[in-house]
């Protein structure tokens, strides 16, 4: 009868409950002594993760092995296909080249967990970073894709970052065009969306 019950409330908690999907995970980035008040977010990003590792000390006693947390690190991981004039790659390419510290967010923009008359609240992990690794993969066939590994200076911190709803549309759409009349294209001084090297 406990089972039952347990179930049943467990099926109740779960309603509207839906596993996050990765493309509403993303990482935005800012040089350390950018103060603009948006971050960016690199295009064509295929992927990114977030490591974090807790090393234990352990001490053999008679009553068994004493464990206890020392040091901690933690890492970004991004990959993303390469393109022409993105902001994002070349300021994680100059950050490698030049032992620059960066600012990144990971930024869950499914769902804001407040919302705001003009900027919404979403659950973020913010690190300040070096560029441990940086690679860049030209296949013969197939398009140029660039990993790069972002070691966390200290400790990441768990917040809410502010974003206004129009910035989190404008991230979804990415590369995305509007649609277009008959020869407007030609005319739209932006109509550059860059392209992805292959």
Not at 28 to 51: C, K, N, V, W, Y
Not at 105 to 128: C, L, M, R
Not at 156 to 168: A, D, K, T, W
């Amino acid at each position: 009868m406990s089972i039952i019950h347990f179930t049943e409330e467990w099926i109740e908690m779960s309603k509207n409950k839906n596993p996050l999907a990765g493309i509403d995970s993303i990482l935005l980035f800012q040089a350390i002594d950018d103060d603009s008040p948006t971050g960016m977010r690199a295009a064509a990003q295929t992927e990114h993760t977030f490591s974090l590792e807790n090393e234990m000390a352990e001490e053999p006693t008679k009553d068994g092995t004493v464990v206890l947390p020392s040091s901690q690190t933690s890492s970004f991981e991004m990959t993303c296909f390469v393109v022409k004039g993105d902001e994002v790659q070349e300021l994680v390419e100059d950050a490698a080249f030049n032992k620059d510290m960066l600012q990144v967010w990971e930024v869950y923009i499914d769902d804001p967990v407040e919302e705001g008359t003009e900027k919404n609240k979403y659950k973020s992990i913010y690190a300040q970073s070096f560029v441990e690794g940086l690679e860049k993969e030209n296949p013969a066939e197939g398009m140029v894709e660039l990993s790069a590994t972002l070691k966390c200076h200290l400790t990441p911190q768990r917040g809410e970052l502010e974003l206004s709803p129009e910035f989190v549309e404008d991230i979804k759409r990415s590369l995305q065009y509007d649609f277009q009349q008959f020869g407007e294209w030609a005319g739209n001084e932006d109509g550059d969306q860059g392209g992805v090297e292959g």
